[in-house]
């Protein structure tokens, strides 16, 4: 795994905000209903630290895929597959972000 320099989690407001505009969950496809959030990676070579969250990239979850991925719930699931809940709902995040132009790359 290469080493990066480190430099402070990159935060961004209007990421977060963009859960209220989801139309569903990024792994289950449950309709937001008010209970989607951008959800970060508890991983600490994604930054996560003591009492600091990851970077804010974009995985946007319903409370129920949140716990699966935290691991609050789906006790019998392995990391590698607690991981799989996470990057799936990275994919399926920034491909809504670029469909809905809300992610704009020039």
């Not at 935060?11 to 989801?22: G, T």
């Not at 008010?34 to 508890?42: A, D, I, K, R, T």
Request: with cysteine; proline share 6%.
């Amino acid at each position: 795994m290469p080493s990066f320099p480190k430099e402070k989690n990159y935060r961004n407001k209007k990421l977060l905000d963009l859960a209220q505009e989801v139309p569903y969950c990024m792994y289950c496809g449950e309709p937001n209903h008010g209970q989607v959030v951008l959800c970060h990676s508890n991983s600490t070579q994604h930054g996560k630290g003591m009492g600091i969250k990851a970077h804010d990239i974009p995985c946007y979850l319903c409370n129920l895929c949140h716990d699966l991925a935290d691991g609050r719930i789906g006790k019998h699931l392995t990391l590698p597959e607690r991981n799989a809940v996470l990057y799936e709902g990275v994919y399926n995040s920034v491909l809504w972000l670029l469909r809905e132009g809300k992610l704009v790359l020039e």
